[in-house]
């Protein structure tokens, strides 16, 4: 069982910077698949970034490659978003998500387990 709690959310003008962070519990966190996904309003939930247990693989939708980074820190059983030059078209509530096991993690039905996200805005 992973317990997931995601903070770091708020407001920010475009071109802007913010980190979010997600602290998990449970002791499967080192082996599991960890994710961030979000989900504007009037939208479905969409793939954000993805990382392997060990951190040496990540994976980015197109929307924001280049500008995201997925990291994680197992020590601190925490994984992180770090988001530059924010758009607009960013503004969604952020979902930190984990799936046990080994396999690559970048769609929504391939989650185990959710946080309750955390709402980024970003204004014009």
């Known amino acids: 069982q992973v317990q997931l709690v995601e903070s770091g959310g708020g407001l920010v003008q475009a071109g802007g910077s913010l980190r979010l962070s997600c602290a998990a519990s449970?002791?499967?966190?080192?082996?599991?698949?960890m994710a961030w996904f979000r989900q504007a309003p009037g939208k479905s939930r969409e793939f954000v970034g993805s990382?392997?247990?060990?951190?040496?693989?990540?994976y980015y939708s197109d929307s924001v490659n280049g500008r995201f980074t997925i990291s994680r820190d197992n020590a601190k059983n925490t994984v992180y978003l770090q988001m530059n030059n924010l758009k607009p078209e960013d503004t969604a509530v952020y979902y930190c998500?984990?799936?046990?096991?080994?396999?690559?993690?970048?769609?929504?039905?391939?989650?185990?387990?959710w946080g309750k996200g955390t709402l980024v805005t970003v204004s014009s």
């Open positions: 990382i392997n247990w060990s951190g040496l693989n990540t």
């Open positions: 449970g002791r499967s966190f080192s082996s599991s698949y």
């Open positions: 998500a984990a799936k046990r096991g080994g396999s690559i993690l970048t769609t929504v039905g391939g989650v185990d387990y």
